[in-house]
Nanobody, 115 residues
């Protein structure tokens, strides 16, 4: 079993920054891919970014150039640095880890960007 716990959400003005954290209960060396997803009210959950154990990162077009995903293996934690935030970034942000055949999700953290 893998437990993931997100933190770092909050209320920020447009143009501001936040850093989200996702702490894993196991060594993230064992987690093939870790990613961030978000779900805005009334919308489906959407992919934001992914970081593999090999160091490859990918981003949704809507956040590329503004968000940075990273993994700290020593702390078993994944991060999402979010800069130049926009009101449309408002959502509950979830982290996901894939280990073997299984996906694990965190409980989510709310990010609200005011205009």
């Amino acid at each position: 079993q893998v437990q993931l716990v997100e933190s770092g959400g909050g209320l920020v003005q447009a143009g501001g920054s936040l850093r989200l954290s996702c702490a894993a209960s196991v060594s993230i060396f064992s987690i093939n891919a870790m990613g961030w997803y978000r779900q805005a009210p009334g919308k489906q959950r959407e992919w934001v970014a992914t970081a593999t154990g090999g160091g490859t990162t990918n981003y949704a077009i809507s956040v590329k150039g503004r968000f940075t995903i990273s993994r700290d293996n020593a702390k078993n934690t994944m991060y999402l640095q979010m800069n130049s935030l926009k009101p449309e970034d408002t959502a509950v942000y979830y982290c996901k880890g894939t280990r073997g055949l299984f996906d694990y999700w965190g409980q989510g953290t709310q990010v609200t960007v005011s205009s």
